[in-house]
């Protein structure tokens, strides 16, 4: 991964810390098929004390919702065995926990 890309996702992760704060929440579930990329989100969002799970991709994502509560889950679109959308449409069956979306598209015809 370029370091451009490590310094785009390191001000994300502070944007999201800076919306995460305006809540009171307490346990984020972080989605990336890239480490790297969960790693940085996983390190900010520590910092401010908020409990992380993670997965690599939409299955794991979905295992771990069900057997967890959540306040946050930040959430890729682009992953393997079940995409960031899918895993959406199945929490919202059940749940309206916040959902903050990442893409590396840069096309905003989806």
């Not at 995460?20 to 996983?42: A, G, P, T, Y």
């Not at 895993?87 to 590396?104: C, D, F, H, Y």
Request: proline share 2%; charged share 35%; with cysteine.
């Amino acid at each position: 991964m370029k370091a451009s890309t490590v310094y785009a996702e390191e001000a994300f992760a502070k944007s999201i810390i800076k919306w995460v704060n305006d809540l009171d929440k307490e346990r984020i579930l972080i989605v990336d098929d890239e480490e790297l990329i969960r790693d940085v989100i996983k390190e900010y969002i520590k910092i401010e004390g908020y409990i992380t799970d993670e997965a690599e991709n939409g299955k794991q994502a979905l295992e771990l919702f069900n057997r967890n509560s959540y306040d946050l889950i930040i959430l890729d679109v682009m992953m393997p065995k079940m995409d960031g959308w899918v895993v959406g449409r199945e929490i919202r069956k059940t749940s309206q926990v916040p959902i903050i979306m990442l893409t590396a598209r840069g096309d905003c015809n989806l």
